[in-house]
Structures are given as structure tokens and as C-alpha cells.
């Protein structure tokens, strides 16, 4: 999501699926509470939680996208014009790995519950 989607979302009343359990409880800046009480009275139908989420959420995502292509050795493929495609050696198949990795314990953490 983008941030700039936020707020169409949040005037519809729109949520995400959440864990069932917390995961951090956090301490913010006195001028980010000023902002984030702000934005729960301009949309009354959000919690502050549900704000925070969505924050973080778009956030994460453009972290996300923002991780640099490395271009690796190994060819994986062809573009439309026959040119090679090269693996990422960057940060995104680490990313990728692990947030796989944490998927699954996620996933076996609720299947035992």
C-alpha cells in the first residue's frame, strides 16, 4: 500500500487482517503522538492502533521497494528483446528468504495455537 492510498482507505474505513497477538509495544516522539491524534479525530471510524498498522504497513512496503537491485553473475532469463536477465545479488533475495522464513514460523506458531 501507499501511503497516499491511506487516506482514501481510512475515509472508507478500510482494515487489514491482523495477528492475533501483539508483537512490540513502542514509545513514540511527543510530535508523532501530536500527529497520530490528529489523524484519529479526522478519521473517527480508525483507532489509533489501526492507524499506526497502516502507517507501518505502507512504510514497510516502500522500504520494500526501495531495496537497490545488485546485478549478479548468474543469467535468469530473457527480456521481450532477447537481452539476459541477471539474479539480484542485492538485498531483496535476503529480504525475500527471510521474510519467508518468518512466514513460516508465523504460520506453524498459529497452527499449534
Not at 512504510?59 to 548468474?74: H, K, R, T, W
Request: include cysteine.
Amino acid at each position: 500500500m501507499k501511503l497516499k492510498d491511506l487516506l482514501g482507505q481510512w475515509s472508507v474505513g478500510a482494515s487489514s487482517a491482523l495477528t492475533t497477538d501483539e508483537h512490540c509495544s513502542i514509545r513514540l516522539p511527543l510530535h508523532d503522538v501530536v500527529r497520530l491524534l490528529a489523524f484519529a479525530e479526522m478519521y473517527p471510524n480508525k483507532t489509533e492502533a489501526q492507524i499506526i498498522t497502516d502507517l507501518l504497513n505502507a512504510s514497510l512496503d516502500g522500504l520494500e521497494e526501495a531495496l537497490p537491485y545488485v546485478q549478479g553473475n548468474e543469467v535468469v532469463g530473457e527480456d521481450e528483446f532477447g537481452n539476459p536477465i541477471y539474479n539480484d545479488a542485492g538485498l531483496t533475495p535476503v529480504f525475500s528468504d527471510l521474510k519467508k522464513k518468518y512466514s513460516d514460523v508465523l504460520a506453524q506458531k498459529a497452527s499449534v495455537a
